[in-house]
């Protein structure tokens, strides 16, 4: 039986869990049981209905009481995904590390511009264009790849539903009050009113200087070991 603690994984916007990979072959995996959930349209087959942070949290939350998960590693948007599903009723999720989530408005700079089309495969083109024009950094052609393997609809939706969401709470707030929060992150990814908010909030952080806003694909072993710190 393995008496390992399980830390789930979820990816944010348009991704899956392939994110994770480079993390399972690195020492927290071996005191850890690492699980990358890929999420209903985004490697597993979409949910009926519309694609939302709250139903992905439902989702989630199934998830972690089956594994008896406490502890949830999330990226970007998923990080709002993880603090509603450590809210819900017998949620085990009482420990989140969020990897650049959400944090102000500004943060929905890739999802949030969903809600400017009227069409899901309208948008899904427009997003994967956006992402060739970055194709000189070497951490988009996967994403990009992720994007364009997600169900156009679930994307579309879960972007207008992230946009809505940030205009009527702080995602921030909602964050930390979540449960034990830790944020990873490098300041030059992140938008100016993001470290504006960093600077007024006592949240707890780690910064990884020199990373990219995957910091599980290019900087898998700094980040490991700076999970383990925060984790024990």
């Known amino acids: 039986m393995d008496r390992r603690r399980t830390i789930l994984l979820i990816a944010g916007f348009g991704d899956n869990g392939s994110m994770y990979d480079k993390l399972l072959s690195t020492s927290l995996a071996a005191r850890y049981r690492l699980?990358?959930?890929?999420?209903?349209?985004?490697?597993a087959p979409p949910r009926a209905g519309e694609t939302t942070l709250a139903g992905l949290a439902e989702f989630v939350a199934k998830r972690a009481r089956e594994e008896g998960a406490e502890?949830?590693?999330?990226h970007s948007v998923a990080s709002i995904i993880a603090a509603l599903a450590a809210a819900l009723p017998q949620s085990p999720l009482g420990t989140i590390l969020s990897l650049e989530g959400n944090?102000?408005?500004e943060d929905a700079y890739f999802s949030g511009t969903a809600a400017d089309y009227d069409?899901?495969?309208?948008?899904?083109?427009a997003f994967l264009a956006r992402l060739e024009g970055m194709s000189d950094d070497p951490v988009i052609p996967r994403y990009a790849r992720a994007v364009a393997a997600a169900d156009p609809t679930a994307l579309w939706h879960l972007g207008c539903d992230a946009r809505r969401f940030s205009a009527q709470k702080n995602p921030g707030e909602?964050?930390?009050?979540?449960g034990d929060v830790t944020?990873?992150?490098?300041p030059d990814n992140c938008p100016a009113p993001t470290l504006a908010w960093l600077d007024t909030h006592p949240m707890k952080r780690i910064r990884l200087d020199g990373a990219s806003h995957w910091?599980?694909?290019?900087?898998?072993?700094?980040?490991?070991?700076?999970?383990?710190?925060?984790?024990?």
């Open 119 to 125: 069409d899901p495969l309208a948008f899904r083109a």
């Open 103 to 105: 944090l102000s408005p």
């Open 174 to 178: 909602v964050l930390m009050a979540a």
């Open 35 to 43: 699980l990358p959930l890929d999420l209903p349209g985004f490697g």
């Open 215 to 232: 910091p599980s694909v290019d900087v898998p072993e700094r980040l490991a070991a700076e999970i383990e710190n925060v984790i024990g």
């Open 71 to 74: 502890i949830i590693v999330a």
């Open 183 to 186: 944020y990873i992150y490098n």
